[in-house]
């Protein structure tokens, strides 16, 4: 059990905002039959809400046709710092060329008109994981009072900068591109441009300890958890 529940960690992460219960059910089922961990938001907790504490690797907003509410919904997604880095993919029952163009603009990474294949879907969430997982990161990562800036090769910690590796930076950028999401030692040193073969895995440990004392340094509660049977996770 306790197995299974690493190796779920490891799945892509899929919020569902589906106001219909039915169709909400459904969705949520197809996507943990295709092997990701789907998640809605519960207890009343608005969809906003809901991406910031689970935060997923897509978000899907199904929704039967446009309206003010979903489109104010996708800008309060793109406008809100916590939530704007996520993918948002609308589910929609208009394919008018109008309410697409107006639902891109305002920041939605992909849209798919009802109705839609099993097979259609997957290929769309592929892609966003593969951007995802591209290393091709926003030139400007956030997290708390943490600034990542890919285009000067800097990290600032409340705008002070502070010295990393190579290696060490890469694996806060990776951390920074996923908050909350857990990394194998593996994955962190692929992110790392390091090869299995080439390096003792547990290397990885010690470059943690080196980001932790950094983040750390100014007496800020930054946590760089240890996932246990998997390997760390920041925040």
């Given at each position: 059990?306790?197995?299974?529940?690493?190796?779920?960690?490891?799945?892509?992460r899929i919020?569902v905002?589906?106001?219909?219960?039915?169709?909400?059910d459904?969705l949520?089922?197809?996507?943990?039959?295709s092997?990701?961990?789907a998640?809605?938001?519960?207890d009343g907790?608005t969809?906003?809400?809901?991406?910031r504490?689970?935060?997923?690797?897509?978000?899907?907003?199904?929704?039967?046709?446009p309206?003010d509410?979903?489109?104010?919904?996708?800008?309060?997604?793109?406008?809100?710092?916590?939530?704007?880095?996520?993918p948002?993919?609308i589910?929609?029952?208009?394919s008018?060329?109008?309410?697409?163009v107006?639902?891109?603009?305002?920041?939605?990474?992909?849209?798919?008109?009802?109705?839609?294949s099993?097979?259609?879907?997957a290929?769309?969430?592929?892609?966003?994981?593969r951007r995802?997982?591209?290393?091709?990161?926003?030139?400007?990562?956030?997290?708390?009072?943490?600034?990542l800036?890919e285009?000067?090769?800097?990290?600032?910690?409340?705008?002070?900068?502070v010295?990393?590796?190579?290696?060490e930076?890469?694996?806060?950028?990776?951390?920074?591109?996923?908050p909350?999401r857990?990394?194998?030692?593996?994955?962190?040193l692929?992110?790392?441009?390091?090869?299995?073969?080439?390096?003792?895995?547990?290397?990885?440990?010690?470059?943690?300890?080196?980001?932790r004392?950094?983040?750390?340094?100014?007496?800020t509660?930054?946590p760089?958890?240890t996932?246990?049977?998997i390997?760390?996770?920041?925040?």
């Open positions: 059990m306790l197995k299974q529940k690493a190796l779920d960690l490891l799945k892509p919020l905002v589906e106001n219909g219960m039915v169709e909400r459904s949520f089922r197809q996507l943990q039959d092997g990701y961990a998640c809605v938001a519960m907790k969809p906003l809400q809901a991406a504490d689970e935060r997923p690797d897509i978000v899907l907003f199904n929704c039967v046709a309206n509410y979903g489109f104010n919904l996708c800008r309060s997604f793109k406008q809100d710092s916590a939530t704007r880095q996520m948002l993919i589910l929609s029952g208009s008018g060329e109008e309410d697409k107006k639902g891109l603009e305002l920041g939605a990474d992909d849209y798919l008109s009802k109705p839609y099993s097979s259609e879907l290929a769309r969430l592929h892609v966003q994981l995802i997982d591209s290393g091709k990161v926003r030139p400007c990562l956030t997290f708390e009072r943490i600034a800036d285009d000067a090769l800097r990290v600032y910690i409340e705008g002070r900068p010295h990393l590796g190579p290696t930076y890469r694996m806060l950028a990776a951390f920074m591109s996923r909350g857990p990394f194998t030692r593996e994955q962190l692929e992110r790392a441009g390091r090869r299995k073969g080439d390096v003792d895995i547990r290397s990885v440990d010690v470059h943690i300890g080196r980001l004392k950094v983040l750390n340094q100014k007496k509660n930054y760089l958890r996932i246990r049977g390997g760390y996770a920041l925040g």
